[in-house]
């Protein structure tokens, strides 16, 4: 064993000035709930953000990017998303804009194709779409097991989304394995026991799909209660495509989120907005359903805190753009271009339960994006426009 005794040099700092305007999602650092700052520099240090101010008034650094007047926001927190799996399913899709409706059934088609896959397939798929995601703007990605459904293949996918981040989900319970279709009590059973013993140890956190055609209340109660006392936290698949009582369960386990929230009652949205438990809306997902939109605006209006999210996935919403979910929640789920940009970052952050990332602030992760834009607003503006021009993931201009 040799020991390296040379002083480490710090690392060099970078100076990135003259931002147009820039988010920090800090109120304290700039006006409005979004503290925006204009012609703004931001200071990095390693993977950190030393120093954020006016460009004026930047301390002197090792480097300097000059933004020339592009707006600057936080690395989009996507905190929804299922990577792991192999093939896709675009008849499905050309079906269903033909009229057919979407069903939770084709997930069974993923299925078999993920177990077929290899485990360098799966890992080069889920390297794929997280580096699509990166160019858009996307510094901190969840993702889901669930298209595995045996105790092998479940803790196979989180081993392997592991490897890529840290934000981790188990979701054994993402419907009723096709080898347990006459014994669903059965599959709750292994879900509960032993996929998830083999499963917590790579995962964060533990999630259901709580729907008509899924699981219902009481299975959804037994699998997120079982990962609790394992130590992993719940989020809820809640109220996607129809009502029930996904939302409530999340409240009431002290959920991080609830997710997709599209067919909520007033008792649904005041518990929410009563909680901390985030109300996460994923667009893409109605988009690509052609499904009614959730509302935000009575979330907001309560009091709940929104997250936005892609929702990634090869069935219900193939999309890795936090942009495009953006545009979508101003255009169609009653959202401001500032409520939108906020849920996609610091909404994500709560989501995640992060204080590291979804904004930019002395000590935070050094994770934003700049725009070919005057500002944030241009992401809801101008749709389908690449405006993501340069992206530092912990530090690295990527
Ligand atoms: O979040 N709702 C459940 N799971 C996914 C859909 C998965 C699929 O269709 O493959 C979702 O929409
Ligand atoms: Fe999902």
Not at 47 to 71: F, L, Q, Y
Not at 204 to 221: L, N, P, T
């Amino acid at each position: 064993m040799t020991t390296d005794t040379t002083p480490t040099a710090s690392a060099p700092t970078t100076a990135i000035t003259h931002i147009g305007q820039l988010v920090t999602n800090d109120p304290s650092l700039g006006e409005g709930p979004l503290g925006l700052i204009q012609d703004a520099a931001v200071v990095i240090d390693g993977d950190r953000i030393a120093w954020v101010g006016e460009s004026s008034k930047a301390p002197a650094t090792d480097n300097a990017v000059d933004a020339g007047g592009r707006a600057g926001i936080p690395g989009f927190v996507d905190s929804h998303s299922h990577l792991v799996f192999a093939g896709d399913r675009t008849a499905e899709f050309n079906a269903r804009m033909s009229g057919r409706p979407y069903s939770a059934g084709g997930i069974r088609t993923t299925v078999a194709a993920t177990r077929a896959a290899t485990d360098e397939a799966l890992h080069t798929n889920v390297a794929r779409y997280l580096a699509e995601g990166l160019r858009q703007g996307t510094t901190t990605q969840e993702t889901k097991s669930g298209y595995g459904l045996t105790v092998e293949d479940e803790a196979r996918a989180l081993r392997i989304a592991a490897a890529h981040t840290d934000e981790v989900t188990f979701l054994g319970a993402h419907i009723v394995s096709p080898d347990y279709a006459d014994d669903p009590a059965g599959y709750v059973d292994l879900v509960t026991g032993p996929m998830l013993d083999a499963c917590a140890p790579h995962a964060r956190w533990i999630d259901v799909f709580c729907e008509k055609g899924a699981f219902d209340g009481d299975q959804a109660r037994a699998v997120l209660t079982a990962g609790q006392a394992k130590g992993l936290i719940p989020r809820v698949h809640a109220n996607q495509l129809g009502p029930g009582p996904g939302v409530q369960l999340a409240v009431e386990l002290g959920a991080a989120s609830a997710d997709h929230c599209t067919h909520l009652s007033h008792a649904d949205i005041d518990a929410l907005a009563q909680s901390e438990t985030v109300a996460t809306l994923l667009p893409g997902a109605e988009f690509s359903t052609r499904a009614k939109w959730p509302d935000a605006r009575p979330l907001l209006d309560a009091g709940a805190t929104v997250a936005l999210s892609t929702d990634c996935n090869p069935g219900s919403s193939f999309t890795s753009s936090m942009p495009f979910c953006i545009a979508l929640a101003v255009r169609d789920m009653g959202m401001t271009p500032d409520e939108a940009v906020w849920s996609a970052t610091a909404g994500g952050a709560r989501a995640l339960r992060r204080t590291d990332v979804g904004r930019i602030a002395p000590g935070a992760r050094a994770d934003l994006a700049l725009l070919d834009a005057p500002s944030h607003v241009h992401l809801a503006y101008r749709p389908g426009v690449p405006l993501v021009s340069a992206v530092w993931h912990r530090g690295v201009l990527v």
